[in-house]
């Protein structure tokens, strides 16, 4: 035995296997980085690493059975050993081993402490913390490239799946899909998302087979942790999901404190998970023709399991959706959507009282009600949904929105922020983050996260929206009405873009054009502005006659009968619909004192002092929040003039008007315009001058402004 090891030994053996073990740890290192960089495919690695192990005993075996010869390479066998040169080769050998292990040292030593850039900032990011990830869309290798929906779907399905997993930081589902299809560097991606690893993967579903692989990387190294592949048939796939998150779990774990409890996916048909997964594809549109989509598609899976909980708690937010309340997306009626979402919900609700996303869907339910005391028993059910899943940044979001209606802000974006840390690209957190900045007048912080957004979401209109409020709150409404017809190009059915299209259209004097809407309360406004008071009013009540409950139709009633100063009409209504202060609170989040309080104080009501130090409140609460944006300026002028203070109101008007505020409605509100002052006609002749220059700019010609109407 001690002669093998001399004989190993002169042979160099023992070198060449050093050699070859250290060499081949750098060569498997360097084709991690590889494949990261050049975006190669996912088993590039594992082949080298299969040929680095397969050489080794052939290195071996080369080593022992040859020699390095000045004469080239020859058979040990037939080499005099008194005229081997083995020795001077092992000195050769060593040499180039210890700068081989030299160089491993560094790497090793410099991959864990050197600082990254991240780690160099003034501040933390979230994705020095290891228990963080990202799920990127998987991707689509079926032989017909048609099922990206069912690849998307298990991506999301495996995201949410870790989502219920307490501690564990899971990007948002919106900002891991912004990256889709897009060649961006891996580590790019987990510092945008503030995350230190990335799960990505590929499926291939053929017939009843499918193939998943996924594979685990560490962000900052791109080293490989894990990979996998699941072959099975398509009636496994909620097992192949489980085995793949826990997987990932197993990896995560010694980063853990205590015990990882195994996690499930909700199990169903496989037909009916095929057409939920193609629904989630849709609503991401966050569109109303996606929500369609997406309402259709789970119709037809509850036809097939009307007991999957997901799809009926989804279903039923679709619908809250698609209606016409405050915070939807369509322009289904929303007393009609309501009934129909609570029978989804409730029955969501009676099979899994403990499902995040039923819970979710109830509280969007409520958030959106008609009456107050309805609206207050949302927040409890979204603080449940989000104790159940913790990372769910579309109820963290939908709960900030409704803390905000509660007035009670600072709680509010306090969840909008954790909303947007686990989704920076979601949607309706950025718009409602951006209007609180918009709100406080911070329109630096504004601008900034307008254009994060539209960095991570260029094809989302959303993101358009938010820079066309920027130009338009500056003054500069011409390039905030060409961004609205961009918007409304990227998302030609959405009601919201055709409505946001006509308001810049108003603001511009453009009313022809806007008398075309399909919306009933634009062309009533529009009538307003062109002196066409009864046509107005025909209008605004053939809708309220439609619709007698729906508060933003009562609101409108009251709004189109103030400005065009029928008086006598909102007293009338306001006594016969509410009767009482108290009331008419109850019905509104944010109840339209300024359209009532000029009728109410000029018939001398018994309820005008009282309303009148309600809106004195609610102006000094926002006053007190920070909110100084020219809206809320201009809201805090009609308070001083009902008030009496012709002064103060002026000041704020003006202050507003140096903020960018450019209202054509400034010529038609009656408080202001029964008593005009030199102060008025002044701000009156700039801005008239402005909207004809911004009219300029698109080719238009200049209008005269609209007149005031008096006393009826």
């Given at each position: ?400 929105y409704w803390l905000n209606d509660q007035k009670r802000f600072g709680e509010a974006i306090a969840q909008f922020e954790v909303a947007l840390a686990h989704d920076p690209a979601q949607s309706d957190v950025n718009t409602n983050l951006l209007a609180y ?276």
């Amino acid at each position: 035995m001690q002669n093998l090891i001399q004989e190993l030994r002169r042979r160099n053996v023992f070198r060449v296997a050093s050699l070859y073990a250290v060499g081949g740890w750098l060569l498997m290192q360097l084709a991690v980085v590889l494949e990261t960089t050049l975006n190669l495919p996912g088993w590039f690695d594992t082949l080298i690493t299969v040929l680095v192990l397969i050489g080794f005993p052939i290195i071996v075996f080369g080593a022992w059975a040859f020699e390095m010869t000045p004469g080239g390479l020859k058979p040990t066998a037939k080499i005099d050993p008194s005229k081997s040169v083995s020795a001077r080769t092992g000195k050769r050998l060593d040499m180039v081993l210890a700068a081989a292990t030299a160089l491993l040292v560094v790497v090793i030593i410099g991959d864990r402490v050197m600082p990254s850039g991240d780690a160099a900032a003034s501040h933390k990011s979230a994705a020095s913390e290891d228990f963080s990830i990202a799920v990127l869309p998987f991707a689509d290798m079926s032989p017909d490239g048609d099922q990206e929906y069912f690849a998307d779907g298990i991506s999301e399905e495996l995201l949410n799946v870790m989502a219920q997993v307490p501690g564990l930081a899971v990007a948002g589902r919106t900002s891991s899909f912004a990256f889709k299809g897009q060649n961006t560097d891996l580590r790019e991606i987990a510092q945008i998302l503030d995350v230190a690893h990335v799960l990505e993967g590929s499926v291939r579903k053929s017939g009843n087979k499918v193939r998943v692989t996924a594979q685990l990387i560490r962000a900052d190294n791109g080293f490989h942790m894990w990979s996998d592949t699941y072959d099975g048939d398509l009636t496994d796939i909620f097992a192949v999901q489980d085995e793949i998150a826990n997987a990932i779990l197993a990896e995560l774990k010694p980063q853990l404190m205590g015990t990882v409890t195994p996690i499930a996916a909700p199990r169903t048909d496989i037909t009916t998970y095929d057409l939920y997964l193609l629904a989630q594809q849709k609503a991401a549109l966050n569109t109303m023709t996606g929500y369609e989509a997406a309402a259709e598609s789970l119709d037809k899976a509850l036809a097939i399991d009307p007991d999957f909980v997901p799809a009926l708690a989804w279903r039923g937010y679709y619908e809250l959706m698609m209606s016409d309340a405050e915070g939807a997306a369509g322009d289904i009626p929303a007393e009609e959507a309501f009934a129909r979402a609570g029978v989804w919900t409730d029955r969501a609700l009676k099979l899994d009282p403990d499902s995040a996303d039923a819970l979710f869907a109830r509280a969007g339910l409520f958030s959106m009600a008609f009456d107050a005391e309805t609206r207050d028993k949302a927040g409890a059910l979204y603080e449940r949904a989000l104790a159940i899943k913790p990372n769910f940044a579309l109820a963290r979001n939908d709960y900030g929105y409704w803390l905000n209606d509660q007035k009670r802000f600072g709680e509010a974006i306090a969840q909008f922020e954790v909303a947007l840390a686990h989704d920076p690209a979601q949607s309706d957190v950025n718009t409602n983050l951006l209007a609180y900045y918009g709100r406080i007048g911070d329109y630096d912080k504004a601008r900034a996260q307008a254009d994060r957004w539209l960095a991570i979401s260029p094809e989302n209109p959303g993101a358009y929206v938010i820079q066309a409020v920027l130009q338009e709150i500056s003054g500069n409404l011409a390039e905030g009405l060409k961004i609205r017809r961009k918007v409304l190009a990227m998302a030609p059915h959405d009601p919201r873009a055709s409505r946001d299209l006509h308001f810049a259209e108003l603001g511009l004097g453009e009313f022809q054009s806007v008398l075309k809407a399909d919306e009933p309360y634009m062309r009533y406004r529009a009538m307003v502005l062109m002196g066409r008071k009864d046509d107005a009013r025909a209008l605004v009540r053939q809708e309220l006659d439609a619709r007698p409950d729906f508060p933003q139709q009562q609101a409108d009633y009251l709004e189109i009968h103030n400005n065009t100063h029928d008086w006598a009409e909102v007293v009338r209504y306001y006594d016969a619909t509410w009767g009482s202060l108290e009331s008419f609170q109850k019905t509104f989040v944010r109840p339209p004192y300024l359209v009532v309080l000029p009728a109410l104080i000029d018939a001398g009501h018994q309820d005008a002092p009282a309303m009148l130090a309600a809106a004195r409140r609610a102006i000094d609460a926002d006053r007190a929040s920070g909110f100084q944006n020219a809206s809320f300026d201009v809201n805090e002028a009609g308070v001083y003039l009902l008030e009496g203070d012709t002064g103060k109101a002026m000041d704020l008007l003006e202050l507003a008007y140096a903020k960018g505020m450019r209202d054509i409605s400034l010529f038609i509100y009656p408080i202001l315009n029964d008593t005009p002052t030199p102060r008025l006609e002044a701000l009156q002749a700039k801005v008239a001058a402005d909207i004809n220059a911004e009219r300029a700019k698109l080719g238009w010609t200049a209008i005269e402004m609209p007149e005031a109407f008096h006393k009826s």
